[in-house]
């Protein structure tokens, strides 16, 4: 069975750009989690996705946003970019049931010029 | 309250075993991860441990769960160098769907 896998692996934009960021979850897997990780902040949740309704949403500004389509991959989105959002974006999926386990995609390396 | 905290820096000799420690300060948590990471790399899924089991060994690595304490540990045993990563340790809470909580990662540096 194939991984999550997220689209595409490396980005460069400059301040004040919008970026999407794309997440494909392991097949049958109908949760996508989201996770930004930082060095100085470590990694922080972002939104929690299931059968395209958001469960569950960390503490970021509204300029960060996400959704889920019918066939469970996710996209989410940065809008006027700031320097600070750098970082590497996790996704992750689950399958309901499976004791919350979640399994990571190898992340997009987000670099905001 | 969320707060996982970890020890930063872990370093060992081939053969040792590494003992990873962390403290989480929410006493419902219902599921305690560890999770690695290697260079470049997303998060690997190493074991998970129920809140109401104490221990927990799958191959070379034993989980340990002190909830008096709020301790979580793992023990990995003939660490090899390729065991050199950052591992983090990670909660949830049955009523927080998938959210994790993660510490700030332990860096374990294998040393030949």
């Known amino acids: 069975k194939a991984g999550v896998t997220q689209t595409p692996r490396y980005l460069i934009k400059t301040r004040g750009q919008q970026v999407t960021l794309s997440c494909s979850p392991i097949?049958?897997?109908?949760?996508v989690s989201w996770y930004q990780q930082t060095p100085g902040q470590g990694l922080q949740f972002l939104f929690e996705?299931?059968?395209?309704?958001?469960?569950n949403k960390g503490n970021f500004p509204g300029r960060f946003s996400g959704r889920q389509f019918s066939n469970s991959r996710s996209e989410m989105n940065v809008s006027t970019l700031e320097l600070g959002d750098s970082a590497l974006y996790l996704c992750a999926s689950s399958l309901p049931g499976s004791h919350n386990e979640q399994f990571f995609g190898p992340g997009t390396r987000l670099t905001v010029l | 309250g969320e707060d996982v905290e970890q020890s930063l820096f872990l370093s060992v000799r081939e053969g040792d075993s590494s003992v990873i420690n962390c403290t989480y300060t929410?006493?419902?948590?219902?599921?305690l991860y560890w999770y690695k990471q290697e260079p470049g790399a997303g998060l690997q899924l190493l074991t998970y441990i129920f809140s109401n089991m104490d221990m927990k060994q799958d191959q070379r690595l034993t989980v340990l769960l002190n909830k008096k304490d709020k301790h979580l540990s793992l023990r990995i045993a003939d660490t090899q160098t390729g065991d050199s990563a950052i591992y983090f340790c990670?909660?949830?809470?049955?009523?927080?769907?998938?959210?994790?909580?993660f510490g700030s990662g332990t860096r374990l540096l294998v040393r030949p």
């Open positions: 929410d006493s419902s948590s219902t599921y």
């Open positions: 996705y299931f059968s395209e309704t958001q469960r």
């Open positions: 990670a909660e949830t809470w049955m009523d927080s769907s998938y959210k994790l909580i």
């Open positions: 097949s049958g897997h109908r949760s």
